[in-house]
């Protein structure tokens, strides 16, 4: 239940300063090449599925490269929805009940934002401590590299949409926050048909989340005891040299789960699933992509993987996708509902942000208990709560797609929250760290 000494969002991200170069997108129209300002290592072909020994044997291994697409209407779709997660952390879902129009409606729309030209999408930039706006996307700041995209973000509903829509559509800004308003709705509809699918192939009833559940429909603040949303759009404008660009960099989403609506015709989403490789998560007719989150990957003591994704660009397609973010309202304690636990109770949506993780993937790291297995981690550095149980046993750098190059020692920088930091020499790579506890 909500916690009445209530942080909300915005307080911690006061409290996490970005500066512009890590906010304000390039300026796309005008560039002609790959600036170096944006360009990464080549991509890691290697570790690309399409080639791997599973696709190319035919031997009925598809299962292991190919994204499971689910028809939400088949008599085993709750079956199929838990293969899902479980397996890969990534479905797409068929079926869903959105209608098209609304998916068109916001694609649209999501055109038409995006081809504002710069000054006037400039207006509504998101400021250094603030969540909502146009900007690239906050995980920015843990690489040296900038990536190939411009977003635009809209948390906690129809208070940040009444801001921003009227400085990017000064003369009818009434259109793109009805198509919003609609959008979020299905999505939100569409999210509470999925949750209790998700809960009952774990076997654990709805009463047990740490939340009223469902929440009430009324507006979502950030405190409240509404469930807590973002929308995200972004855009990928075509490439003069996508093998050495970054759409959005290697990361899982600190939601519960993520559902993605992405346009045709060119594949842009990765999946990374162990042991095989980044699989595409190529777009559907209708389809929406569902993604697991940080924080069901907690509530599901780890049964339920966070997807560690990315997007690659196109040298002709421009791409867009639109994210919606759900989780539980702002200020909830997220623990694990499988005994034995293996995460420790965090605060939900905000924790992750407050150790600057926020969409960077290291919330999951961040509440390993016992750990054995291996954990992800994005260039920079990746926090690990009470480093005195941990050995580095190995790390895998999934650019390169070798092993190696392991991170720095650990560094141990607040007593007051003992935790240690894994710094890694490379800016530019997302690892998995196998760790093992130290008895
Ligand atoms: O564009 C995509 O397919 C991925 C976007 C994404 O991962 C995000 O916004 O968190
Ligand atoms: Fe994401």
Redesign the pocket.
Known sequence: MANSSSISLSQVYQAHHYNAYHIIPLNFDTVRELPETHAWPPLDKDNDVSLSSFSSSGDGHDHQVKVPVIDLSSDDAREMVGRGCETWGTFQVINHGVPLKVLESMESQCRLLFSLPTHEKMKALRPPDGASGYGL?RISCFHSKLMWIE?FTIMGGSSSLLQLAPKLFPHNYTTFCEVVEEYNEEMRKLAERLLPLMMDSLGIPTDRLPWHWPTPTTTTTETNSTTYTAL?L?S?PPCPDPNRAM??AP?T?TSLF?I?Q?TQPST??QVLRDGVGWAPVPPVSEALVV?IGDLFHILSNGRFPSAL?R?VVDRTHH?Y?V?YFYGPPIDINIFPLLDPPRYRSSRGWWQGSRFGQW?GGGAVDLYRERSCGSGQSLGGEAVYDDPSSYKLVSARNHWTGVAGAAPEAAIFDDPSYPRCVLRTRSPVVAYTIDLTTVS
Do not use: E, F, K, V
């Open positions: 996307p977003g995200q972004n990928y759409g959005i990361h989403d993520t993605l992405q842009g989403l993604n994704h997007a791409r996708s994210g969409r």
